[in-house]
């Protein structure tokens, strides 16, 4: 029987309706608008993409959205400045830096510039701190909409293994954090892959939900997967055929209990769960003021 196919577009069609009328609530309790800044350091065409989805969606939910573009070339100690700019100012909630940066910069030292509760993305070294100790300030965008769809669709992790192909600060490595940990959505026995793993077919075939995020077009195949998983699919690769996955959904999808599609799985979660975080931002630094 082919798999069930977790629609991450449209939980997150509904997520955002919900965020929607939070945010006009919001405004019309303490005339503040929740704003997003979002800083894209060079050229990159994908990061364009993403940013700007990004900035759309944060204009259909009425969250302001303010884009500071640099040059390529722009020093590190200019990128701080802004930075500074933003921490300081009042107006702005949240403060995104798109990543990938250019090579020269620092990237931890820039995320690490980013005041903690303005961090939307929890990749400060505080945040992350916070969440392995299981008292997150934020939860970081892509692998929160992982657990929002699992926890949707009815997907068990407590007491389930879960392996994670992929170790980057981004989703795998902050994945296993919040799997590991006591609560509902997690409680999972957490296998984190990577590219220094011998064997990583005999590994993911152990697992009852399968989580790729290694960047590599179609890496996964059927073969890879036991009858029945769960697979979740971070992949997005720009190739001839378009966009594809790290996993190969038609083949795997006949052996699977449910998957997720690129497009319309993870991707649209990532950005709503950067909305709910603005708003979470917003509303914490409203009470401390
Ligand atoms: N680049 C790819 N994914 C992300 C993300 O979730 N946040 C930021 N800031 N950059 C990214």
């Known amino acids: 029987m082919a798999a069930q196919i977790l629609d991450g577009k449209s939980l997150a069609e509904q997520i955002r309706a919900e965020l929607k009328d939070q945010v006009t609530d919001f405004v019309n309790q303490t005339g503040v608008t929740p704003c997003l800044a979002v800083v894209l350091v060079g050229n990159n065409s994908a990061s364009e993409v993403y940013v700007r989805n990004k900035q759309l969606a944060c204009e259909k939910i009425g969250v302001k959205s303010e884009m500071y573009r640099l040059p390529d ?45 303005k961090d939307v993305d929890a990749f400060h070294s505080d945040n992350v701190g916070r969440i392995s100790q299981g008292r997150p300030r934020f939860l970081p965008c892509t692998p929160y909409g992982i657990l929002e769809l699992m926890l949707c669709n009815g997907i068990k992790t407590s007491g389930k293994h879960v392996v994670i192909i992929g170790r980057s600060n981004i989703v795998g490595k902050p994945m296993a954090l919040l ?111």
């Not at 930075?83 to 620092?106: E, S, Y």
């Not at 609560?183 to 697992?207: E, L």
């Open 73 to 117: 070339e722009t020093p590190e100690s200019e990128l701080l400045e802004l930075i500074a700019r933003l921490n300081a100012n009042d107006v702005v909630h949240g403060i995104l830096v798109q990543l990938p940066l250019p090579k020269p910069i620092d990237e931890q030292h820039i995320l690490d510039a980013i005041r903690p509760d």
């Open 179 to 289: 799997l590991m940990q006591k609560g509902k959505g997690c409680d999972a026995t957490v296998t984190v892959c990577h590219s220094r793993t011998p064997d990583i077919p005999t590994i993911s075939r152990q697992a009852d939900i399968l989580i790729v995020a290694i960047g590599q077009p179609k890496f996964v195949t059927a073969d890879m997967v036991k009858p029945g998983a769960t697979v979740i699919d971070v992949g997005m690769n720009r190739t001839e055929e378009g966009l594809v996955g790290d996993v190969d959904f038609h083949a795997v999808k006949e052996v699977a209990g449910a998957i997720t599609p690129v497009p319309g799985g993870v991707g649209p979660l990532t950005v709503t769960m950067l909305l709910l975080n603005t708003l979470t931002a917003a509303k914490n630094q409203c009470l401390e003021r």
